[in-house]
């Protein structure tokens, strides 16, 4: 916790890519900032490499023009390794558009950044805002999001019941892929009581297991605002 009273969620930075001049452009850019610190540690060319160091949280700036995989899982595996981390994936200005980055917010990418233009003047804001607990998103990503918790809840919720604010704050984190541990540690709870809480939601909403939650990812255009 800083002088401000804000906790940070991570302050340690590991970019992953195979392009030596966009993680020189990456550590020359925050480098230079000043309003707030991070660690940089050595950059990871591969998966492999980012998994050496384990068993610590960090932000992974995860570099999708170079990296043969897919984000969403190799977030997902970079979770598993070092729970609590939080994800900025660095996506070409010609993707996929909305459509991947709702995709890849149900993986648990907490923000995105598109390497067009204006990139290095958005990238510290959007380490800033990750290291701060914060998200970095479009507004149609969270628009998408609230509106498949809505259907969620009017096709699942069991007559009689509802969820109580914690409950709703489990879901939302259910919705995006953390496990029980990620999220005792998101809300400050114990791992016994996040399990506790996830027991509770899918009786509510009659489902057999967590994965009940979760939009089918090859549907996710329909979750567009407007669509």
Same mark, same amino acid.
């Given at each position: 916790? &800083?002088?401000?009273?804000?906790?940070?969620?991570?302050?340690?930075?590991?970019?992953?890519?195979?392009?030596?001049?966009?993680?020189?452009?990456?550590?020359?850019?925050?480098?230079?900032?000043? &309003?707030?610190?991070?660690?940089?540690?050595?950059?990871?060319?591969?998966?492999?490499?980012?998994?050496?160091?384990?068993?610590?949280?960090?932000?992974?700036?995860?570099?999708?023009?170079?990296?043969?995989? &897919?984000?969403?899982?190799?977030?997902?595996?970079?979770?598993?390794?070092?729970?609590?981390?939080?994800?900025?994936?660095?996506?070409?200005?010609?993707?996929?558009?909305?459509?991947?980055?709702?995709?890849?917010?149900?993986?648990?990418?907490?923000?995105?950044?598109?390497?067009?233009?204006?990139?290095?003047?958005?990238?510290?804001?959007?380490?800033?805002?990750?290291?701060?607990?914060?998200?970095?998103?479009?507004?149609?990503?969270?628009?998408?999001?609230?509106?498949?918790?809505?259907?969620?809840?009017?096709?699942?919720?069991?007559?009689?019941?509802?969820?109580?604010?914690?409950?709703?704050?489990?879901?939302?984190?259910?919705?995006?892929?953390?496990?029980?541990?990620?999220?005792?540690?998101?809300?400050?709870?114990?791992?016994?009581?996040?399990?506790?809480?996830?027991?509770?939601?899918?009786?509510?909403?009659?489902? &057999?297991?967590?994965?009940?939650?979760?939009?089918?990812?090859?549907?996710?255009?329909?979750?567009?605002?407007?669509?």
């Amino acid at each position: 916790m &800083d002088e401000k009273g804000v906790t940070r969620v991570a302050s340690v930075v590991q970019v992953v890519s195979s392009h030596p001049l966009l993680t020189r452009a990456v550590e020359r850019i925050l480098n230079r900032v000043k &309003d707030f610190h991070v660690r940089l540690l050595l950059p990871a060319a591969s998966e492999a490499e980012a998994m050496r160091l384990s068993g610590f949280p960090r932000l992974f700036l995860l570099d999708a023009c170079s990296l043969r995989t &897919d984000l969403g899982r190799l977030a997902e595996r970079c979770r598993a390794s070092s729970p609590g981390s939080k994800f900025l994936a660095l996506l070409p200005p010609d993707g996929n558009g909305d459509a991947e980055k709702i995709r890849l917010f149900y993986w648990g990418i907490d923000g995105f950044v598109d390497l067009g233009k204006s990139w290095q003047a958005e990238l510290p804001l959007a380490v800033h805002s990750l290291l701060y607990g914060q998200l970095w998103v479009p507004s149609c990503v969270l628009l998408a999001f609230v509106k498949q918790a809505k259907a969620l809840l009017d096709a699942q919720l069991l007559p009689g019941h509802s969820l109580t604010a914690r409950e709703a704050q489990v879901l939302q984190l259910l919705m995006r892929s953390l496990t029980n541990k990620e999220i005792s540690g998101a809300l400050r709870i114990s791992e016994r009581t996040a399990k506790f809480h996830v027991s509770n939601i899918l009786t509510k909403l009659n489902l &057999d297991d967590r994965h009940g939650v979760l939009p089918d990812r090859f549907r996710i255009p329909e979750l567009l605002p407007g669509v």
